[in-house]
């Protein structure tokens, strides 16, 4: 229980409040309009569909006030960097920004879809109410403005029949044509953000994302038609619906109940979403003005397994471990930004991003620097790049815990790069105020090309604790997991030598994956009453087995061993 309080406690609790807030403004907002006698006429004419679709409309209001928070990148690293205000266990609820993201927008859908139903039964009987026959209360309601000193109720004006009807309101009148408007461009947005769609077609989700713009100009001005009467304060003192109404062929007579005047609701909407709006539009003039700086592309190395280093330089740029950056290439794309892990350390000269191939974009970016040229490519070839960053991952805190456990998947291993170099350097200089002191790195993948550009970096370090005897202090191990067992045995057979014929360390090349069960156990034996740390860099699948085994291996005794897990989210 103690590290599910530790590993889950907050966001969840993040997660019920949320989910609290979304229940109480649904009930409250039902009842505002299910129970007062201002919206008693109202009700009349469109029953229960009116509360059912004012109950989502509040909550909508209330996730589009969130939905913009969590893409404020520039906002959430300066909370992240700020310790005055931003605890460890605060910092791990903001890496979960992009998951927060994705539950406000699937809750955006769901209202949405109730509020859009209700409102389309709200239309039919608006339309209806006003073409049925004279005699009904409904009826008397739906011509109230159609004499002089009287104000209406139903906004619908027309007496053109079903479906008719329905669509000249849908296509003609304000809060019809936003609510439409809005309405695809969210389907559009949520569509192109499924995972499939976004990995093989990034382009179609970056472009598309985009309608977001759209979307909240529609929303601000769906309200302005003020097409929710309900019957006003003055009215109410005169005119008590809930004794009148059985009188209605008597309004206005001598003795008789007057005729009730009504008025629109105020648009709310704004007032919600207006500040997220500014917060937003100051992230994109920062992002902008970033976007601007120069940067020079000092190297680029080409590596194997369709793999390209970029070396670069900005002035003014200050970078932490395992941060990412947004890069912009116009020669590619005027328009599109990707994000890559920096691979480089605080304490070099220069910040770098591993690119492996494996798009048009990518390819694009290949084509641009020179690589698919044999002859030695000049620096004033290289094309434009415009770089938005640093910003912060769950990787910064490594150096907040004595023992770590680094998990990277294939390419996943970029940000650990830049975790192993930064000790490096450490190590070099003043190793003394070094809090960590324990590193257990896991390095899956399925070719043994990958392991190339990255085995100098273990060697170099490698040796570095073994002159400083400290060699146990990196206990790493590298599985290939898309090798069978023939391919394996052919190196088995060179288990004996003294260096691994794979990647040339002296630790062995393992083959499959692992046991992490073992794994966990063993750690948490050699690390009794310790807090791990444990990063990924991966896929959701492995996060999911890497979250399990950290909450199943940590103990409830605050004072025994726990496992903290942390994903890279970007």
């Known amino acids: 229980m103690g590290n599910w309080v530790e590993n889950e406690g907050l966001s969840i609790f993040v997660v019920l409040v949320w989910l609290g807030l979304n229940v109480f403004l649904f009930w409250w907002y039902y009842l505002v309009y299910d129970v007062p006698p201002k919206f008693f006429y109202t009700r009349v004419l469109l029953g229960r569909a009116l509360a059912l679709a004012r109950a989502p409309a509040a909550c909508l209001n209330f996730n589009c006030m969130l939905i913009l928070l969590p893409v404020c990148r520039n906002l959430l690293s300066f909370l992240r960097g700020s310790s005055a205000c931003c605890s460890t266990r605060i910092r791990r609820q903001l890496d979960r920004n992009l998951t927060f993201h994705k539950m406000v927008a699937w809750m955006i859908a769901l209202h949405t879809a109730i509020h859009t139903i209700a409102h389309l039964f709200n239309v039919e009987w608006s339309v ?60 559009l947005i949520i569509t192109s953000s499924t995972k499939t769609i976004r990995r093989s077609y990034f382009e179609v989700f970056w472009y598309t994302h985009h309608l ?53 609701n105020p648009p709310m909407t704004w007032k919600w979403v207006v500040g997220p709006m500014f917060l937003y539009l100051c992230e994109r003039l920062v992002r902008f003005w970033r976007s601007q700086q120069k940067v020079v592309i000092t190297k680029v190395v080409i590596h194997p397994f369709k793999t390209i280093e970029l070396q670069m330089m900005k002035k003014g740029f200050k970078m932490e471990v395992g941060q990412y950056i947004f890069v912009k290439c116009p020669a590619v794309s005027k328009l599109e930004w990707h994000p890559f892990t920096l691979t480089s350390a605080p304490e070099e000269d220069y910040f770098s991003i591993h690119v492996r191939i494996v798009g048009d974009w990518t390819e694009g970016l290949f084509n641009a620097c020179g690589c698919d040229k044999q002859e030695f490519q000049e620096a004033w070839k ?48 003043d190793a003394t105020n070094l809090k960590l002191k324990k590193i257990y790195f896991y390095w899956l993948c399925r070719d043994t090309h990958a392991f190339e550009w990255f085995a100098d970096l273990l060697q170099s370090l490698e040796a570095q604790m073994q002159e400083r005897n400290n060699a146990d202090f990196l206990s790493y191990n590298i599985y ?89 989210n970007f």
């Not at 009904?136 to 079903?162: C, M, W």
């Not at 815990?401 to 930064?422: C, N, Q």
């Open 480 to 568: 290939l997991t898309g090798w069978d067992e023939s391919q394996a045995t052919h190196f088995v057979m060179h288990h004996e030598e003294e260096k691994d014929v794979i990647t040339g360390l002296k630790q062995k090349t393992l083959y499959g994956r692992p046991n992490w069960e073992n794994e966990f156990k063993t750690i948490a034996g050699q690390h009794p009453g310790s807090r791990i740390g444990v990063f990924l860099c991966g896929p959701e699948a492995l996060a999911d087995t890497l979250n399990k085994q950290s909450i199943s291996n940590s103990e409830a005794d605050p004072r025994g061993v726990h496992f903290i897990f942390n994903k890279e």
């Open 382 to 429: 290289m094309p434009k790049i415009a770089v938005d960053g640093p910003f912060g991952t769950a990787s910064e805190d490594v150096f907040s815990y004595e023992t770590v456990m680094l998990v990277g998947a294939g390419i996943g291993v970029t940000p650990f790069a830049s975790v192993l170099k930064s000790v490096w350097y450490k190590y070099c200089h």
């Open 128 to 187: 209806q109410a006003r073409v049925e026959e004279e005699g009904t209360l409904a009826a008397v309601l739906s011509s109230l403005g159609d004499k002089p000193h009287e104000s209406y109720i139903n906004f619908y004006r027309n007496k053109i029949q079903n479906p008719v009807g329905g669509l000249y309101v849908a296509f003609t009148y304000l809060a019809g044509l936003t609510g439409v408007i809005i309405t695809l461009a969210l389907i």
């Open 212 to 264: 977001f713009v759209i979307f909240f100009i529609g929303l601000v001005i769906h309200g302005a038609g003020r097409i929710v009467r309900g019957q006003t304060a003055e009215s109410l003192d005169a005119h008590n619906p809930e004794i009148c109404y059985k009188n209605f062929t008597d309004w206005g007579k001598k003795g008789a109940c007057p005729i009730p005047q009504f008025s629109g």
